[in-house]
């Protein structure tokens, strides 16, 4: 059974920061994508950011210089380090896995990120 979990959401004031991981388990971690996307209330859902098996990444314009993908091959796990926040990082964040092969698509089940003062 394949599971993404996320975790290390929370409230933080602007210019803060909080890392989010991701741990996933039943996929071959090494052949998939991964990306972090968010959903704020009343909005849809955005690709933050993502990194490829081969090491390639992309940022969301918004966050590029203050956040950060990473993942660690030997735990299974994407992380996103999220410093300098603003209000409008809040957010419901979503981790993906993509596998490249076959185009499969996994979502965890979300966590969420609120900043304010």
């Known amino acids: 059974q394949v599971q993404l979990v996320e975790a290390g959401g929370g409230l933080v004031q602007p210019g803060g920061s909080l890392r989010l991981s991701c741990a996933t388990s039943g996929i071959s971690f090494s052949m998939f994508h991964m990306a972090w996307y968010r959903q704020a209330p009343g909005k849809q859902r955005e690709l933050v950011t993502s990194?490829?098996?081969?090491?390639?990444?992309n940022y969301l314009d918004a966050v590029t210089g203050r956040f950060t993908i990473s993942r660690d091959n030997a735990k299974n796990t994407v992380y996103l380090q999220m410093n300098s926040l603003e209000s409008e990082d809040t957010a419901v964040y979503y981790c993906?896995?993509?596998?490249?092969?076959?185009?499969?698509?996994?979502w965890g089940k979300g966590t969420l990120v609120t900043v304010s003062s």
């Open positions: 993906n896995a993509h596998n490249y092969l076959t185009g499969v698509d996994y």
């Open positions: 990194l490829r098996t081969v090491g390639s990444q």
